[in-house]
């Protein structure tokens, strides 16, 4: 859908993607809105031709916002992402053009620590293994080690990237299924903050050692790029699994296909891929991997949290020059 042309001196805005239709009504109200409805592929030309004469935009983890962008889209005040994860923004450069950046913290991380304890589940009980067997008609008698896996009760949960998502992840263990909880991380945790999940601070090497259970939960940069590759997965133990709702690019997946076609380790849950959408052929291949599209935070309520949240960025900072979620801070002081 694409608004009919400004009538009025209201600050114009351009959302990316399609979005809840509530969300672009009520941003509506505020704004002159061009929104893409449709959900048009759109290239980064079209974008920033779209956002010629825009004073913000409401973006997706999808749509790269960078210093070639930028330059062409001098109007530009806000990019509020409808994401936690935010390594689609160039933040130097946003910073450089004196364009704010905001993102959608907290509202997604009881869902997505849901997804990443589902994932991890699945993977180590052979969830959806078993549904793919008893669909092709292979189920014909009980076995002993039909489809057989590993406890997650009383396990050992090896947690990378402990953030708001990474320590509710080690709630649900430590609290609900009697977890042991390691985790590894830039910066340790104040020692309350580890007493009330449980969790024990340890080294990557040590962590991917004894965990039985690997979850990554770490944000994508290219610090944490292939966080696990070849070596790392050498660490961890054959009866192992291995889930990653972070970024694709924090697992080197080729290593990764490489381990789970070798019995390096046991399975894998990933929600992310290096390149996504597309996924290695490698991976598709193996049969010990649980596969989901990128939907962790894939509720009603909590993609309506988060498209509200960054559309409260875009109504406070246009208009009141404030913002709830600035990633770069820095800006709200040169507004005016
Ligand atoms: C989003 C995510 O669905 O918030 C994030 O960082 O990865 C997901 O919740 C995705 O980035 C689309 O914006």
Known sequence: MTAAAPTSAKPRILISRAIFPQVVDRLA????????????????????????????????????????????????????????????????????????????????????????????????????????????????????????????HGATLGIIGMGRIGQAIARRGALGFGMKVLYHNRSRLPEADEAAVGAQYVSKQDLLRRADHVVLVVPYSAESHHTIGAAELALMKRSATLTNIARGGIVDDHALAHALQTG?????????????????????????????????????????????????????????????????????????
């Open 264 to 336: 390096q380790i046991a399975a894998a849950g990933l929600d992310v891929f290096e390149g996504e959408p597309k996924v290695i052929p490698e991976l598709l291949a193996c049969t010990n991997v649980v596969l989901t599209p990128h939907i962790a935070s894939a509720t009603v309520p909590t993609r309506l949290a988060m498209a509200n949240l960054a559309a409260d960025n875009l109504i406070d900072f246009l208009l009141h020059g404030k913002a709830l979620t600035p990633l770069n801070p820095e800006v709200l002081g040169q507004a005016g």
């Open 29 to 152: 109200s505020h704004f002159d809105v061009e929104s893409n409805q449709a959900d048009e592929l759109w290239s980064p030309q079209d974008i920033a031709r779209r956002l010629q004469g825009k004073q913000g935009a409401l973006t997706t983890g999808s749509e790269r916002v960078d210093a070639a962008l930028l330059a062409q889209c001098p109007g530009l005040k806000i990019c509020a992402n409808m994401a936690v994860g935010y390594n689609n923004f160039d933040l130097p450069a946003m910073t450089a053009a004196g364009v704010l950046a905001t993102n959608a913290p907290g509202v997604l991380t009881e869902t997505t620590a849901d997804m990443g304890f589902a994932l991890m589940m699945a993977t180590a009980r052979r969830i959806t293994e078993g549904e793919h067997y008893l669909r092709a008609g292979q189920w014909d008698r009980w076995a002993y080690d039909m489809l057989i896996g590993q406890d997650v």
